[in-house]
C-alpha cells in the first residue's frame, strides 16, 4: 500500500520537461492545429509521460503549460475536429455543467478541411470524437452545437443507439 506521503509533491514542470514536452508538437501558426508526434491512444489523442506520470493526455497538458491550471472537475475539449491538436487556442476547459457554447461558436471547427463539409452528415470520424468528448465530460450540449446535430441525437450516439456498427466499447 502506498502511503499518501510518498506521493510526487511537485506541481509545477521544470523549464527542461517543458521544452520536451513542446518540442514532441509540430508547433504551427496561431490558427493551425499543431499536431502531437509522438504516441497517440486509441481515439487519437497525444499520450506522454510527463512529470513521473504515464500516459497523459498531451492536449491537456499543452493546455495546463499555456493557462497555468485546468480548474478542479474540468476537462479539456477541442474546438477544432482534432483530437490530436495540442494548439493551446483551441483547448478549451469544460465541464458537463458549463456553458460554453461561446466558446465552441467562435472557434468552430477551424481545421475541418474538405469532405464532410456537410454539417448534417456526421462521419465515422465524428461519431468516435462524439464518444470520446462525452467519455472526457463534454456537455450534450456542446457536443451538439459543435456537431450542428441535437442533443438527442448525441446521447445516442455515445449510448451506441446511433452508429451501433461503429460502437466499441
Ligand atoms: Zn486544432
Known sequence: MATPKK???????TIKEQVVFWNKID???NNDCWPWRRYRNRDGYGSTGFMGRKGRLA????????????????FVCH??????????????????RDNQL???????????????NNNHMLTENDVRIIR???????????????????????S????GQAWSHSYEN
Not at 493557462?67 to 472537475?73: C, P, S
Not at 474546438?79 to 487556442?89: E, K, M, V
Open 27 to 29: 508547433i504551427r501558426s
Open 59 to 74: 492536449h491537456r497538458i499543452a493546455y495546463l503549460l499555456w493557462h497555468g491550471h485546468v480548474g478542479r472537475n474540468k
Open 7 to 13: 506521493r510526487r509533491g511537485r506541481s509545477h514542470p
Open 102 to 116: 461561446d466558446s465552441v461558436a467562435k472557434g468552430r471547427r477551424p481545421c475541418q478541411q474538405g469532405e464532410a
Open 156 to 159: 445516442r450516439i455515445a449510448l
Open 132 to 154: 470520446t468528448m462525452r467519455r472526457d465530460g463534454c456537455s450534450l450540449e456542446m457536443i451538439a452545437n459543435k456537431f450542428d446535430t441535437t442533443t438527442g441525437h448525441v
Open 79 to 96: 474546438t477544432c475536429d482534432n483530437p490530436a491538436c495540442c494548439n493551446p487556442l483551441h483547448l478549451f476547459a469544460g465541464s458537463p
